[in-house]
């Protein structure tokens, strides 16, 4: 396993486009670092960075993924259906309509990883297969799950979706490749980067008003630094203030 000692990675981003992504593609170019970044459709990018190659991907087919591995580090997949960041109702909607392609994309990169067995993958999924009490696991509760949503405004429907992201992590959990799985803070927006932040593992990491938050600048950052040093292989972490 290749370990980060002030040298350069090349560090592939699947949906470099979307909220998430686009900000581990800022932060390991600020580090330094050779970003592969993939998009469904690559052609449409105009890039003026040093240090970014931009490739077509489709996350769900392994021959796609495969190809796309080779001379990769560490491949980080931020995929969500749709494009999120311009219109996250759409990523919405598809999530509700097919909950299962979050384990369709974890089993892909699962098979993809199977010809290139030391590139280690970062999965970013949800926190909603985080421990909100002990054993006690939101995904599992309709009146869990409809309580969080209703708190940030997203329709009861997407339990579906949370579930899948759940269920992608199991997948996951059932491989001997080098994956991490990244459960962000309930509460994750565009906001400032400050590096300043608490890792936990199977629990949500609570702020001083008992909230779980954290930036999207921030997610950027503990998804680079995975990436230096890796802490969580074979392991869920997440993050908050």
Not at 106 to 121: C, Y
Not at 152 to 177: F, K, M, Q, W
């Amino acid at each position: 396993m290749s370990s980060y000692q002030g040298r350069a990675m090349h560090i592939g981003v699947i949906g470099a486009t979307g909220g998430i992504g686009s900000r581990v593609v800022a932060e390991a170019l600020e580090r330094g670092h050779h970003v592969t970044a993939f998009s469904r459709d690559a052609t449409q990018i105009d890039e003026g960075r040093t240090n970014v190659v931009w490739k077509s991907i489709d996350v769900l087919d392994a021959d796609s993924v495969a190809a796309a591995i080779p001379g990769l580090d560490v491949l980080i997949s931020g995929f969500q259906p749709g494009n999120a960041a311009q219109d996250i109702a759409d990523t919405v909607a598809r999530s509700i309509a097919d909950p299962t392609v979050y384990a369709t994309a974890a089993r892909a990169l699962l098979k993809a990883l199977e010809s290139h067995p030391r590139t280690r993958l970062i999965v970013i999924g949800g926190a909603g297969s985080l421990e909100v009490e002990p054993g006690v696991v939101r995904a599992d509760s309709d009146d869990l799950l409809h309580e969080a949503l209703d708190a940030i405004g997203l329709p009861r429907e997407y339990a579906a979706a949370v579930r899948g992201h759940r269920d992608a992590l199991n997948v996951l959990r059932t491989s001997n490749r080098l994956w991490t799985y990244f459960s962000p803070a309930e509460d994750i927006a565009p906001g400032e980067r400050t590096g300043r932040f608490r890792t936990g593992g199977d629990q949500p990491v609570l702020d001083a008003d008992g909230r779980s938050r954290i930036s999207m600048e921030d997610a950027a950052v503990a998804l680079v630094d995975e990436a230096e040093l890796p802490r969580f292989v074979q392991r869920r972490f997440t993050i908050g203030y």
